[in-house]
């Protein structure tokens, strides 16, 4: 059974900096679409980055373009989201997320995402 499992939340002041991790482990050989979502309360979980494993290829939410860094890390079967420039406005939950795909197409809703970790708080405060 696949299963991922976020670290590296916190609390941080405006224009301060995180780095999210998810470790993967269960998952069988094949490429993914894997994608850090959030959710703040009262709002719509969106995905706010992606990165296909086959080709390494990425995307971002306009909200977070040229502040956040997506990466993987085959060795360690993690996932990493590097938070620069943080803002009130990042305040959310964060959460990983996977779909198997043989494909570099992937989706922005969160109903097509497979597997999902329990989520880390980030706050950002002002």
């Known amino acids: 059974q696949a299963q991922l499992m976020e670290s590296g939340g916190g609390s941080v002041q405006a224009g301060g900096s995180l780095r999210l991790s998810c470790a993967a482990s269960?998952?069988?050989?094949?490429?993914?679409?894997m994608a850090w979502f959030r959710q703040a309360p009262g709002k719509e979980r969106e995905r706010v980055a992606r990165?296909?494993?086959?080709?390494?290829?990425?995307h971002y939410a306009d909200s977070v373009k040229g502040r956040f860094n997506i990466s993987q890390d085959n060795a360690k079967n993690t996932l990493y989201l590097q938070m620069n420039s943080l803002k009130p406005e990042d305040t959310a939950m964060y959460y990983c997320?996977?779909?198997?795909?043989?494909?570099?197409?992937?989706?922005?809703?969160?109903?097509?995402?497979?597997?999902w970790g329990q989520g880390t708080q980030v706050t950002v405060s002002s």
């Open positions: 269960g998952y069988t050989y094949g490429t993914y679409c």
């Open positions: 997320a996977a779909v198997q795909s043989r494909r570099d197409v992937c989706s922005p809703s969160s109903a097509d995402f497979r597997y």
């Open positions: 990165i296909y494993t086959g080709t390494g290829t990425t």
